[in-house]
């Protein structure tokens, strides 16, 4: 064969691992809340270390992947973020609108639920809210 790729093997699999952490990050940034990456940058730190050993290579070299995989998950999410964050200025985003749809109905009900007295007449009047 022409092209030996076998002293390239390594780098091509700590590349793609790195990239397949980044677009999970990108997922994840995309639909969950920041404490989603203890879990997600716990399980990069297994997979790095499992596929580390199972290549058998050296501690420091597992090490170096497992803080490579780490930090492609996390600036992933934050890649993920700003994509949100960008789509969601220029589109409106579904949970955003009914959560403007259900503003006002809850502002109705907090009124309407508020205690009532009765003043000198009999006629009940609404309290303030302290």
């Known amino acids: 064969m022409w092209l030996d790729l076998q002293p390239w093997l390594p780098l091509l699999t700590i590349s793609l691992t790195m990239t397949l952490c980044f677009l999970a990050g990108i997922a994840l940034?995309?639909?969950?809340?920041?404490?989603?990456?203890?879990?997600?940058?716990?399980?990069?730190?297994?997979?790095?270390?499992?596929?580390?050993?199972?290549?058998?290579?050296?501690?420091?070299?597992?090490?170096?992947?497992?803080?490579?995989?780490?930090?492609?998950?996390?600036?992933?999410?934050?890649?993920?973020?700003?994509?949100?964050?960008?789509?969601?200025?220029?589109?409106?985003?579904?949970?955003?609108?009914?959560?403007?749809?259900?503003?006002?109905?809850e502002a109705r009900g907090a009124i309407s639920q508020a205690p009532t007295r009765p003043n000198a007449s009999g006629a009940k009047i609404r309290q303030q809210a302290a």
């Open 29 to 105: 940034g995309l639909r969950y809340k920041v404490l989603i990456l203890v879990p997600a940058v716990t399980l990069a730190m297994i997979f790095a270390t499992i596929i580390g050993v199972a290549r058998a290579d050296h501690f420091w070299s597992i090490v170096l992947a497992m803080v490579v995989l780490g930090t492609a998950v996390q600036f992933g999410y934050l890649a993920g973020i700003a994509i949100r964050a960008a789509v969601g200025s220029v589109i409106p985003l579904p949970h955003a609108q009914v959560a403007q749809r259900r503003a006002p109905q």
